[in-house]
């Protein structure tokens, strides 16, 4: 017995009817919903969230073959931000 259904019904939107792949049209709804492409997470800016936004900074960066870094880039910023309210919030829960 089924206490869902085992297969979701289509979604239906702009996106359905066009001949491209799925994976496609997953990441054209996350772009449209203002979401990350790879994981489905709130995007900060661009196209990714802040984990894949570096992750794809550090591919480029290899692939250019970077020796030295930009400290003033705004993903070091937003990082930044993101350890600290994690401190923070550790912190919190431990007191
Ligand atoms: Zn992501």
């Not at 996350?30 to 936004?53: A, S, T, V």
């Not at 570096?54 to 400290?71: A, P, T």
Request: net charge positive; aromatic share 10%; proline share 6%.
């Amino acid at each position: 017995m089924a206490y869902w259904p085992a297969v979701r019904p289509a979604i239906k939107d702009e996106f359905t009817d066009l001949p491209i792949s799925r994976q496609r049209k997953y990441q054209l709804r996350m772009q449209r919903d203002g979401r990350c492409p790879i994981c489905g997470k709130p995007k900060i800016r661009g196209r990714f969230c802040l984990e894949h936004w570096v992750q794809n900074k550090e591919l480029i960066r290899k692939r250019l073959g970077c020796k030295r870094r930009y400290q003033g880039a705004p993903s070091y910023q937003f990082e930044a931000k993101a350890k600290a309210a994690a401190r923070r919030k550790r912190n919190k829960s431990a007191k």
